[in-house]
């Protein structure tokens, strides 16, 4: 049985395709969740210090810091915030993000995925942290 989403989280999505994050943004803000979106992994470490966030959603390609390098400083400087992040990415012939990924045991998606897919995701990821 599927877990409902909790009502009215904040959601941060890192991504520097600006197409993909305003269109994951439009779609999360339907549910009733507030969307913040950065397009480098610096701009959302300021917003992360800033904001509270339930989940991110995060590109593992950045410009400036990548993805990776995002979940490491996380790791220290927000340290329950990095079990929430579900990282998507259109790299998955890349070697090294494939060992990052498993070798973290992350929520990820491949790009482009569906809704539902994201949705599946954001509940695994919140189950992770309960």
């Known amino acids: 049985m599927e877990t409902p989403m909790p009502p009215g989280l904040t959601l941060l999505v890192v991504d520097d395709e600006t197409s993909v994050a305003n269109a994951l943004a439009?779609?999360?803000?339907?549910d009733g969740d507030t969307v913040e979106t950065a397009a480098t992994g610096k701009a959302a470490l300021r917003k992360i210090h800033a904001q509270q966030y339930d989940l991110i959603l995060c590109d593992l390609r950045l410009p400036?810091?990548?993805?990776?390098?995002?979940?490491?400083?996380?790791?220290?400087?927000?340290?329950?915030l990095h079990r929430r992040v579900i990282f998507l990415t259109g790299d998955m012939l890349n070697p090294a993000s494939l060992e990052?990924?498993?070798?973290?045991?992350?929520v990820w998606l491949p790009k482009p995925c569906s809704a539902a897919q994201v949705r599946e995701a954001m509940q695994h990821a919140l189950r992770q942290v309960a």
């Open 26 to 30: 439009t779609f999360l803000g339907r």
């Open 64 to 80: 400036e810091l990548d993805g990776q390098d995002l979940y490491h400083l996380l790791k220290t400087e927000a340290p329950d």
């Open 100 to 106: 990052f990924l498993e070798q973290h045991h992350l």
